[in-house]
Structure formats: C-alpha cells, structure tokens
C-alpha cells in the first residue's frame, strides 16, 4: 500500500529573482520570500541545519539592514523579513556568519567541497 506524502514547497511561489546585497556583495534572490528563505537558497547545504526556530523566537537570525528606501532597520529577524529589490544586508549573527560562509569564502577547495559541480 502506497503511502500518501503531502509535499510542502520550500519557497513561496516566485516568477523571478530580485538583487539584494550581503555585505557588500551581489545576489540574487526569489522574490516573494522572506529572507531567512533567501539565505537558504542560498546555501541549501548550511542554512538547514543552523538553530533556527523560523518563529521569531531563537534570534539567531538577526541581521541590521538598509531598506531600498533608505530606512536602516538594526535589529531585523531575518526569518520575518520579506525581501525587496535592492535590500541591503549589512550585519549577519554568529549563526548567519557561519551558516553563510561559504558566500564570502575566497579559498576555492573549500568552495568546491561544499558545492560540487
Ligand atoms: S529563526 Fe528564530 S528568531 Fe528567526
């Protein structure tokens, strides 16, 4: 007997992707996603596993931003914040940092470790 799975997508349904920065430095994102998502997509292999809630509780995802408005919001829940064309990430927690270091890693064996092609 075959069992029944309910498959519960990822992301929220997006038609194309939007350029955000982390630190300086471009990405590009599925629009219509909160950002804790966006990290996840990322870096699928890290962000996992991290200990994050996803329930604005842990605060492990905390980041300080600049909104494409101009508006600097210092204390943002990534996992609550839906991202906008041109949303600048400057800070990232401890969690963040290591879940994300992979982005701004300049030792391509460790690249190639954790992103085979
Ligand atoms: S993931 Fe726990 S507060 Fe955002």
Redesign the pocket.
Known sequence: MEEARFEIPLFRPYQKLVHISIQGKPFSVPENNLL?RCFQFLCPDTIPYGR??????????RVSVTKPDGKKVTQA????LMIEEGLQVHELSEELTWNLRRLFSSNPEEDSLNNPS
């Open positions: 804790l994050y809630c996803w329930n604005e509780e842990c605060q492990y995802c829940l990534s996992c609550k």
